[in-house]
C-alpha cells in the first residue's frame, strides 16, 4: 500500500511540476513598451514604421532555455508609416494582401543561448500563408523587480534581422526594380515583459 501510495505521488509530481514551471516562466508583453518596428529604403530616404496590433506567447528562463519559447502575431492590418495612404497600399495585393492574409506568425522551435545575452531564437516565419526557417536574435537587456508595480518582475529583449522581403512574397520586385522600393528590411523587434513574483 505504502508502494502504490508513492508511485501515485511520484506521478502526480510528473504530471504537475512541468506545468507549474510554465507557469511560473510565462510572461507578459507590456504593450505600451514594446513593438515590432521596420525600416525600408525609398529612393534615396528610409521609412519607417511598426505594428500597432500583435500578440505574443512568452515562456522564458535564463537557466531552462530549452524549455524557453517565443510566439507572435502580427495583425497586418496594423502596419503604421503615419501615412494612411501609404499603409493601404503595403496592406493591398502589391505587398501584404492583408485581405486574403490577415496575420504574420512567428512561432518557435528552439531557443539556443549565445555571448553577452543573446538568444537565438529559431522558429518558423509564417507569411501570406506560407512558412520560412528562421532564426531571430533576442538579446536580454536585462531582468529585475519592475521598479513600478509592485510584485512583479520585468525583463527586455531587442534584436534586428533584416529580410529579402522578395523572399518572402512581399511584393512583385517591381517597385524594387524601378529604383522606388527596397528589398531589404532591416526589423527590430523591442519587447518589455512582465511576470508576477
Keep these: 500500500m505504502q508502494i502504490y501510495k508513492s508511485l501515485c505521488v511520484l506521478f502526480l509530481s510528473l504530471?504537475?511540476?512541468p506545468f507549474a514551471s510554465t507557469a511560473a516562466n510565462t510572461w507578459e508583453v507590456d504593450t505600451g513598451h514594446s513593438n515590432i518596428y521596420f525600416s525600408v529604403d525609398h529612393i534615396f530616404s528610409k521609412v519607417h514604421g511598426h505594428f500597432n496590433d500583435f500578440t505574443s506567447e512568452i515562456v522564458f528562463d535564463p537557466?531552462?532555455?530549452?524549455?524557453?519559447?517565443f510566439a507572435f502575431t502580427i495583425t497586418v492590418d496594423s502596419i503604421d508609416t503615419n501615412i494612411s495612404k501609404r499603409d493601404k497600399h503595403l496592406q493591398s495585393a502589391d505587398f501584404f494582401d492583408s485581405g486574403k492574409y490577415s496575420t504574420i506568425t512567428?512561432?518557435?522551435?528552439?531557443?539556443?543561448p549565445g555571448?553577452?545575452?543573446?538568444?537565438?531564437?529559431?522558429?518558423?516565419?509564417?507569411?501570406?500563408?506560407?512558412?520560412y526557417d528562421l532564426v531571430l536574435p533576442l538579446v536580454l537587456a536585462?531582468?529585475?523587480?519592475?521598479?513600478?508595480?509592485?510584485?512583479?518582475?520585468?525583463?527586455?529583449?531587442?534584436?534586428?534581422?533584416?529580410l529579402d522581403r522578395l523572399a518572402?512574397?512581399?511584393?512583385?520586385?517591381?517597385?524594387?526594380?524601378?529604383?522606388?522600393?527596397?528589398?531589404?528590411?532591416?526589423?527590430?523587434?523591442?519587447?518589455?515583459?512582465?511576470?508576477?513574483?
Design 15 to 17: 504530471l504537475f511540476f
Design 63 to 69: 537557466a531552462d532555455a530549452g524549455n524557453s519559447s
Design 106 to 112: 512567428f512561432v518557435s522551435t528552439a531557443v539556443t
Design 115 to 131: 555571448d553577452d545575452g543573446l538568444y537565438n531564437i529559431t522558429g518558423k516565419l509564417t507569411i501570406k500563408g506560407k512558412s
Design 142 to 162: 536585462g531582468m529585475k523587480d519592475h521598479p513600478a508595480a509592485a510584485g512583479k518582475e520585468v525583463a527586455g529583449f531587442n534584436g534586428k534581422i533584416v
Design 168 to 197: 518572402y512574397g512581399v511584393g512583385t520586385g517591381k517597385f524594387y526594380e524601378m529604383g522606388l522600393v527596397g528589398k531589404d528590411v532591416e526589423v527590430f523587434v523591442s519587447l518589455e515583459v512582465t511576470r508576477n513574483k
